[in-house]
């Protein structure tokens, strides 16, 4: 069963940036796709942005032009780089990975101060 562990959450100013990483543990089939989803208190879960094994990308509005995510195919890794953070970008930040099934790691939390 394919783990997914993340990293780099953290506190930061309205316009800094946070880089957010994601590992993978066993064996991934291909294609896929990794992603990173946001949850905000009482809000629900929403995607962030997502790219497929060939590179393919989809970002949400909210952080087209300020966010950019990457991965590793070699490392089986996804990252997001987020710059020009907004205190509305504050929420818990998931990994994701679709394959023939839908795995989340445990998410690491990103705080935006205005």
């Known amino acids: 069963q394919v783990q997914l562990v993340e990293s780099g959450g953290g506190l930061v100013q309205a316009g800094g940036s946070l880089r957010l990483s994601c590992v993978t543990s066993?064996?991934?089939?291909?294609?896929?796709?990794m992603g990173w989803y946001r949850q905000a208190p009482g809000e629900q879960r929403e995607l962030v942005a997502r790219?497929?094994?060939?590179?393919?990308?989809n970002y949400a509005d909210f952080v087209k032009g300020r966010f950019t995510i990457s991965r590793d195919n070699a490392k089986n890794t996804v990252s997001l780089q987020m710059n020009s953070l907004k205190p509305e970008d504050t929420a818990v930040y998931y990994c994701?990975?679709?394959?023939?099934?839908?795995?989340w790691g445990q998410g690491t939390q990103v705080t935006v101060s205005s």
């Open positions: 994701n990975l679709v394959t023939l099934y839908n795995s």
């Open positions: 790219i497929t094994t060939s590179g393919r990308t």
């Open positions: 066993g064996r991934l089939s291909r294609p896929n796709t």
